[in-house]
């Protein structure tokens, strides 16, 4: 069996290929089948030195996606932030039409971000704090409640 790291491509010992790319390597087949099995685990085959490896694949950094009102809403009541975003609507309706307005338009989002979401919990930490006290605003806790929302089986 041959490989070529340029094309990524093993090219077998029985096939007269009238044109090979010069970097082809030979590998034994029981390396072949090695790799092969590899491949079948996650494995990605990657060259080094011209020569095949199975190597994991790179681990991504996570990304958070945008959640839909459902799954918003799911976050909400799942860590009781429903209870203080309600809290917070009340405190602000009596206090600041215009903060109370902000969250109402945000409550009713078509898409939440994580990084918005934050801003908001920011920016509303003072009140939140003051009208449910026992809740647990930091990012930390918001970024894991964010993680199980995203994987909940609605």
Known sequence: MRYSAS???FYPD???YPNLPNDVVQITDDDYAGLM???SLGKFIVAVDGFPIAQDPPILPYAPSNLTPARFEYLLANTGLDDVWAALEA???DTDRALFAQIKAQRSSLSF???KTLDLVARFKDTAERV???ADLS???IKAA???AEQAEL
Do not use: F, M, R, Y
Request: charged share 25%; glycine share 4%; hydrophobic share 40%.
């Open 7 to 9: 094309t990524k491509g």
């Open 14 to 16: 029985s096939i007269n």
């Open 37 to 39: 099995a590899a491949q």
């Open 91 to 93: 405190e602000l309706k």
């Open 113 to 115: 971000s994580q990084a």
């Open 132 to 134: 449910a006290p026992d």
């Open 139 to 141: 990012e930390d806790a």
């Open 146 to 148: 964010w993680v199980v």
